[in-house]
């Protein structure tokens, strides 16, 4: 254990001790120490007159072991580490410095409650072992793809059930788009991608995985091979038309991005949400309107190039048409349309063997034609005329024939020693 007679010197210290040795025992020149120091002249001068008056302690900095004038209060670092202790504890230190200086207007970097933490033991170093991919750059321009993806998570935190977060980040500014949804599938995707491009228009491409909401699972029809192409899913088809290129993904990790933006959103918009106690989808949605243009403002920036690749929703294209299900339904001769476990009546009397089904975002349906919308009503019970009636089978258990005595088929057989029966004739 140190004492006091024991000066406890840093390496940077026992050289610049042993160089201002040399000086006084005039083997090395006041200049060239300086060089070797990079320390000026008159430092070296200095120097060299407090080590002949003091000894070796006069090579120790002068301000070691004092408290900085600049120094933060002990009073204001007690009521920092009792407020993170209370309300923060599970907050990193950099949003933690942000919400004492938002919500507690106490201000303080985000460093300096680090050291703190650490110092404490609130908060420890955490080393995250990466493994090598391959570096791939940047979109140059904005809109010029958006990486999509959902996030299934408890992000109310027990409040309500868990559900997804439909995240849109785009490659070349890092711009944020979200909506929560009960669960991630085909309806989820469109609503948020609708609300997507009325907000900053219709991308170049959009870059997805091949979850099988997104990327069909069918077995390609012999039109298809004839025609060279493969079957599309619902949200191809959609955005196909809409022309927006699609490109899957191979693996979570070409998505980075959009997976990197989940972990941060699942730290600070978890907490931003518990702060206001949010407790429903409809209020996540209507906080995230408010929450995004902030997050963005900070987290996004500039793109390698000028210019906006997004395009202007085409006049006269109803999105609502395009970003739904389409499915092909058989019309039947007395024009009725079976889907989804119901019965409908078509009242638009059409030439045609199938008519396309169209599930909207909303909820709504619509049967079509060649694009024309067609009148139905749904058939809530179906009609049984009398003469159509099954019939109810009973069903009779078979009574056992068992032979008597003199019947032929004793008679005429014999078990010989082999044990098979054989037919004997009749001796006379």
């Known amino acids: 254990m140190a004492g006091k007679d024991i000066i406890m010197m840093s390496e940077r210290e026992l050289k610049r001790s042993h160089i201002i040795h040399?000086?006084?025992?005039?083997?090395?020149?006041?200049?060239?120490?300086?060089?070797?120091?990079?320390?000026?002249?008159?430092?070296?001068?200095?120097?060299?007159?407090?080590?002949?008056?003091?000894?070796?302690?006069?090579?120790?900095?002068?301000s070691?072991?004092?408290?900085?004038?600049?120094?933060i209060p002990k009073r204001i670092k007690d009521r920092v580490i009792k407020l993170y202790r209370e309300k923060y504890w599970d907050y990193g230190p950099t949003l933690a410095s942000e919400k004492l200086l938002e919500t507690d207007k106490v201000k303080i970097s985000d460093e300096t409650l680090r050291k703190w933490l650490l110092g404490t033991g609130d908060w420890k170093k955490v080393r995250k072992g990466r493994a090598h991919r391959q570096w791939r750059e940047r979109k140059h321009y904005f809109g010029e793809m958006i990486q999509i993806d959902g996030s299934d998570h408890d992000w109310f935190e027990g409040r309500r059930p868990e559900c997804v977060l439909m995240g849109y980040i785009d490659d070349a500014t890092n711009n944020v788009y979200a909506r929560f949804y009960e669960y991630e599938g085909t309806i989820p995707l469109m609503d948020s991608f609708k609300g997507y491009a009325n907000l900053y228009g219709l991308p170049h491409s959009v870059y997805i995985d091949k979850h099988s909401?997104?990327?069909?699972?069918?077995?390609?029809?012999?039109?298809?091979?004839?025609s060279n192409t493969e079957p599309l899913s619902q949200v191809e088809r959609a955005l196909k038309e809409l022309g927006v290129e699609v490109i899957h993904a191979n693996s979570p990790q070409a998505k980075g991005r959009v997976e990197r933006l989940f972990k941060t959103l699942q730290d600070r918009l978890i907490k931003e949400m518990r702060l206001r106690k949010i407790k429903t989808i409809d209020k996540a949605n209507k906080?995230?309107?408010?929450?995004?243009?902030?997050?963005?403002?900070?987290?996004?920036?500039?793109?390698?190039?000028?210019?906006?690749?997004?395009?202007e929703i085409p006049k006269g294209i109803d999105l609502d048409r395009i970003?739904?299900?389409?499915?092909?339904?058989?019309?039947?001769?007395?024009?009725?349309?079976?889907h989804d476990k119901k019965l409908y009546q078509v009242i638009d009397h059409v030439h045609t063997?199938?008519?396309?089904?169209?599930?909207?975002?909303?909820?709504?349906?619509?049967?079509?034609?060649?694009?024309?919308?067609?009148?139905?009503?749904?058939i809530s019970q179906r009609p049984v005329r009398e003469d159509t009636h099954e019939k109810v089978k009973v069903f009779k258990s078979k009574k056992v024939y068992i032979p008597t005595a003199d019947h032929p088929w004793r008679k005429f057989r014999i078990r010989p020693q082999n044990g098979s029966y054989q037919q004997m004739e009749k001796v006379a």
């Open 353 to 378: 063997k199938s008519v396309i089904v169209e599930d909207k975002i909303d909820g709504s349906m619509l049967i079509t034609d060649k694009d024309k919308i067609l009148k139905y009503k749904e």
């Open 213 to 226: 909401t997104y990327k069909s699972t069918a077995k390609p029809s012999i039109e298809d091979e004839l």
């Open 22 to 62: 040399k000086v006084l025992d005039n083997e090395l020149k006041q200049v060239k120490a300086a060089e070797f120091l990079s320390l000026s002249d008159r430092q070296i001068r200095r120097i060299v007159k407090r080590v002949r008056k003091e000894g070796e302690i006069g090579v120790i900095h002068k």
């Open 323 to 338: 970003l739904c299900i389409k499915t092909k339904r058989g019309l039947r001769n007395d024009w009725t349309v079976s």
């Open 64 to 71: 070691r072991g004092r408290v900085s004038s600049r120094a």
């Open 287 to 311: 906080f995230l309107e408010y929450y995004l243009p902030i997050f963005n403002n900070r987290f996004r920036f500039k793109a390698i190039e000028e210019g906006n690749l997004h395009r």
